[in-house]
């Protein structure tokens, strides 16, 4: 599994916009500037941010860019489906994707509850606690055949 550009950036965009204090909110000119995101791949960013309802501008056309809730309040679920719809498997969403759909399959209930878990995984994790975390190295994790 592997997390898209747009999710990364979206969510060092939201920390950005949340870190600050200017109650003008924050010009994308100037979380480009600071993210090291093109203003061109930062536009779309921030329009689904904003079709998200995550952010908004705080005066209008041509002005900066203020969140619409408190990051306590704002959960990685919400950051990650501002940008990808959460498919494990196409047959889970797609009923007429396989003929086994309609018919018992065995591997079904396994994706379904990985689904669940993943949502779960994200919802627990809000913007604050994201940005009060510490960093950590994480030693060679190895998992069990």
Known sequence: MRVNTKIRYGLRTLIEIAH???????????????QHISLKYL??????????GLV???KGRGSGYKLTRE???ITMLDIYTAFEQIIVVE??????FCERATH????????NEFGLEFRQLLHKKSLEQIMQDTYYECK???LAP
């Open 91 to 96: 047959c889970i969403n797609n009923k007429g």
């Open 56 to 58: 908004s501008n705080s």
């Open 71 to 73: 990051p306590k309040d």
């Open 20 to 34: 600050s204090a200017d109650p003008n909110g924050v010009l994308q000119k100037d979380i480009a500037k600071n």
């Open 43 to 52: 536009d779309s960013i921030i329009s689904a941010l904003k079709l998200k």
């Open 104 to 111: 018992e399959c065995k591997a079904k209930s396994y994706w």
């Open 140 to 142: 060679d994790l190895e």
